[in-house]
């Protein structure tokens, strides 16, 4: 199949527009931390696809260190065990 045609079929309806994706890419660079400081700037939208995923994954990580923490404060907590199962089940 040629591109051209498959070009027209890929314009339906429910395919997204070249518009739309620019505006939503605009919006997810609002999102990131360094990319709000360049909001003015023009950036490739294949460079703040990348830094989002980056970003998820630090988010991940922190989120991961976060859980290890909060594990070994309740370990050594004064706490019953009975308050450390309610904090664990508000947490999961």
Not at 17 to 28: D, G, M, N, W, Y
Not at 58 to 74: A, G, K, M, N, T
Request: hydrophobic share 35%.
């Amino acid at each position: 199949m040629s591109s051209r045609r498959s070009r027209s079929r890929q314009s339906g309806s429910s395919r997204i527009t070249e518009e739309q994706i620019s505006e939503l890419v605009s919006k997810l660079q609002d999102l990131l931390p360094e990319a709000r400081l360049q909001s003015n700037a023009r950036v490739p939208s294949a460079r703040v696809l990348q830094e989002t995923c980056n970003y998820i994954r630090s988010l991940h990580q922190e989120v991961d260190d976060l859980s290890v923490r909060l594990s070994e404060l309740l370990e050594t907590s004064d706490m019953s065990s009975a308050q450390v199962a309610i904090i664990r089940s508000l947490l999961m």
